[in-house]
């Protein structure tokens, strides 16, 4: 009786290891936006792949520096650093300074990740962490007008962002949905290093669903909010507000809704949660983007979110068998 009982007695799920691995998925995810980020370095040169290279570099050190600190096991090897640093790159300018970079991925990974236990502790994305804290300190070097004023263009380019929130749609009415998808490699909108051309955030963002590294609820119902949002906005008063197309293409609203808002540690795990949890981005990013001070609102909206997740994801099936 007593080892009938006992084999009754069961861990919490999984159950069976399904044969993936952390190393394995965070390499896919890091390999996939590296290639999204061409793009941006092929248009900006070597300035980007600096920053880039920096960005990666510095975050793997931080890490490592510690992972030293705290007498833990190195976890360089997982990957994760060097994804976060990346994912801090794809978001910056491609004249940003070194020590710029450095300070960013220092508040990304100590800050943002290992001071809260190290991966799948942190409550934020911590590449968004980092951004916001430069953001709030350093606003003006996120002008990316003004940043890549020195880089000779064919054409004169603008930042949609800026230029929608600064002028209004009439801004942006020459940019059509083909140039902002195809990343205007012919005619290229400035922007972050790697949020320049959807087309490819969006193909590295189905491959990443294909292979369940990510989860469709929360790109969806991001990209839903985006859209649905921006068209009220749009419906009630078309000379204000952008169309819902350059919303949805424009800024990191895509790099958002496959590589930022889907992180592990930061969002829900269950259906519903993930639902309410990515369509709350989208709606926050257009209203930010349209009634606050931010030209583009993806990354505070992403960390309001992620600071709701645990209430959030308190929504979830009942148990079977459970009597109320």
């Not at 606003?139 to 064919?154: G, K, Q, V």
């Not at 895509?254 to 540690?265: K, P, V």
């Amino acid at each position: 009786m007593l080892n009938q009982k006992k084999m009754l007695v069961v861990s919490h799920p999984p159950f069976i290891h399904m044969g993936s691995t952390i190393s394995k998925k965070t390499y896919n995810i890091f390999i996939v936006a590296l290639i999204a980020t061409l793009p941006g370095l092929y248009r900006y040169g070597a300035p980007a792949v600096g920053v880039v290279s920096l960005a990666v570099s510095s975050a793997i050190i931080w890490e490592y520096l510690m992972n030293m600190a705290n007498k833990r096991p190195v976890s360089v090897g997982d990957g994760n650093a060097a994804l976060i640093g990346l994912l801090f790159a794809m978001m910056l300018p491609a004249t940003s300074p070194w020590w710029f970079v450095v300070v960013g991925t220092f508040v990304a990974v100590v800050i943002g990740k290992e001071i809260f236990g190290g991966m799948g502790a942190n409550p934020f994305n911590p590449a968004l962490i980092g951004m916001a804290i430069l953001m709030v300190s350093w606003r003006n070097y996120f002008d990316f007008d003004a940043a890549l004023a020195n880089y000779t263009f064919e054409t004169i380019k603008v930042y949609p962002m800026t230029a929608m929130k600064n002028v209004g749609p009439e801004a942006v009415s020459t940019i059509n949905a083909c140039d902002l998808l195809m990343g205007n490699l012919l005619k290229l909108q400035i922007g972050g290093i790697g949020a320049t051309c959807g087309l490819f955030l969006i193909i590295g963002g189905i491959y990443l669903i294909i292979r369940n590294f990510i989860r469709w609820e929360i790109s969806v119902s991001f990209l839903a909010g985006i859209l649905i949002t921006a068209y009220i906005f749009n419906c009630y008063d078309p000379a204000k507000y952008g169309s819902p197309v350059i919303h949805l293409l424009s800024g990191y609203t895509l790099l958002g809704a496959f590589f930022l808002a889907t992180d592990d540690s930061s969002s829900p795990v269950y259906f519903i949660p993930m639902l309410i949890f990515g369509a709350g981005c989208g709606i926050l990013t257009v209203l930010i983007r349209n009634v606050g001070m931010y030209a583009d609102g993806v990354v505070l909206a992403i960390l309001f979110m992620n600071l709701a997740n645990p209430i959030i994801d308190k929504i979830r099936p009942k148990a079977i068998g459970k009597v109320d």
